[in-house]
């Protein structure tokens, strides 16, 4: 699907007129996207989609939702960073406050 979003105005006005329409139009753009990507994401891509839809429904508002959503997308960008320099399966360690040694200079 290569249809471009309607307007703000126009998505603003079927979210108070006709959320179900807004829905539907949701749904064809998420749809269109996972079968635009490369074969080997699309699993991936539609169980994240089940996932995003899961909290979705769980939410108790709109806001609710968008910060949990918000969230774990942060969840896994950190997850995707602590891989990307290395650091993944590395335990956090308290740092302790260490004695410093001076050693003499050699000439």
Do not use: W
């Amino acid at each position: 699907m290569n249809t471009p979003l309607p307007s703000f105005a126009r998505l603003r006005e079927l979210a108070q007129q006709d959320p179900d329409a807004l829905e539907r139009l949701r749904q064809q753009h998420v749809k269109a996207a996972i079968e635009a990507a490369p074969e080997d994401y699309r699993q991936r891509l539609e169980g994240l989609q089940f996932q995003i839809d899961g909290q979705r429904r769980l939410a108790k508002s709109p806001m609710a939702s968008c910060l949990t959503i918000s969230k774990m997308m942060h969840d896994h960008l950190h997850k995707l960073k602590t891989v990307i320099e290395g650091q993944d399966n590395v335990e956090q360690v308290e740092l302790e406050e260490a004695k410093v040694l001076s050693f003499p200079q050699q000439a």
